[in-house]
């Protein structure tokens, strides 16, 4: 927390990424960032048109050090920046909310990353393995098992990178506070859990019968790393 | 979706919420707008900061046509803006993944609400009601229920209100699109549901074990509306 981005690679603290509002929530260690990043499973991607912001979800994949983001959902903003585009990446995991005994405490548990930079689009090889990267963040196995995208289907997707240079992650975990003045008031206070769970897979009505659930959905699971109460 | 957003009421369409891309997955009335609001627990408030576009996770709530939000997330944007800033809300449900048997027709499941407008900071009796629509959205029956805020803590407490007169929703449902020549292909497809869901309460370990859990929250469930497989 107190290296600079610039000397340790390790740390991805900058100007923008400094936590200014509690701190002691804050991390820039690219382990805790990359562990959020490895679990959740869409972000919300923040760009700027004409002075206004905009804000949309779409699935995205990490590799090493580069995030892979599908770009069809930011097609607005796509039209005219094959030179790049300031955008603002943010992940957010739901942990809890936390009922404290006093309004003013309440809060949530929450796991989220934000990371800048020049959100770029990518072209021949490395698009074809940014959408194998994104395949494979939503359930490992499936890129091996689903047919490969033709040059037309290539064509009509965009892939953008997103180098992860510059980021930070907070983290709110743990029971609410309480003043020492409300100690004694009769008002049921802890955390509620939140989690996004999978369910059962529903087949496509259309599957012929003989079309097996694969291991790797039937035993599915989100890598988890850093999930605290 | 094809009236204006000035001469109806109901219709929050405006030439920013237009939906160009796969409009037919769009929605402009403002009850599925209010249904996926009010489901959702969390939402991502982007604004711009000298080019450079931010997107924080925070908590709302709804009230009729006006979004509160806690304001504190916002701290680094709320430095200088009494007369309010440009954001734009946006509000995501993962509701499955889709696993298509190519690769290319690979989705999720999800419904999102996107609001443009200025968010402004409020004072006084409205700031104390924008608390309890928040607090009240995290878990209905909690304001009766927790310690109302002193002076002192909603001077330290920001809420902003957006009103609800420009946006769109957002929904994609139902199985993988398949292209006529892939329909034969061994590779299973469909979709693998995920739902944020509530887990068993947690208490305080420092309540006393004489308080108990309140109804409304061993009863605990989010308002649905609009969810569709």
Chains 1, 2 share one sequence.
Not at 115 to 142: D, P, Q, S, W, Y
């Amino acid at each position: 927390m107190t290296t600079s981005a610039r000397g340790d690679r390790s740390s991805l603290r900058t100007k923008r990424t400094i936590l200014r509002r509690k701190p002691e929530r804050g991390a820039h260690n690219f382990e805790t960032i990359a562990s959020i990043l490895d679990e959740a499973l869409y972000c919300h991607i923040g760009s700027v048109a004409e002075g206004q912001p905009f804000v949309v979800p779409t699935g995205y994949g990490r590799d090493g050090r580069t995030l892979y983001i599908h770009g069809s959902a930011a097609s607005r903003m796509l039209k005219s920046l094959s030179s790049g585009i300031p955008v603002c990446v943010t992940v957010t995991l739901l942990d809890g909310l936390v009922l404290a005994r006093s309004a003013f405490r309440h809060s949530m548990n929450y796991r989220s990353v934000m990371i800048f930079g020049v959100a770029r689009k990518v072209a021949g090889e490395e698009k074809l393995r940014g959408l194998k990267v994104i395949t494979e963040h939503m359930a490992r196995g499936r890129w091996a098992d689903a047919r490969p995208p033709t040059r037309q289907e290539l064509k009509a997707t965009a892939v953008l990178r997103l180098d992860i240079d510059e980021a930070s992650a907070k983290i709110r975990s743990g029971p609410p506070l309480v003043d020492k003045e409300d100690r004694g008031l009769p008002v049921w206070a802890g955390v509620l859990p939140f989690a996004l769970v999978p369910g059962q897979p529903v087949p496509d009505p259309q599957l012929p019968p003989e079309v097996k659930l694969p291991a790797y959905l039937a035993a599915y699971r989100r890598p988890q790393g850093h999930r605290r109460a």
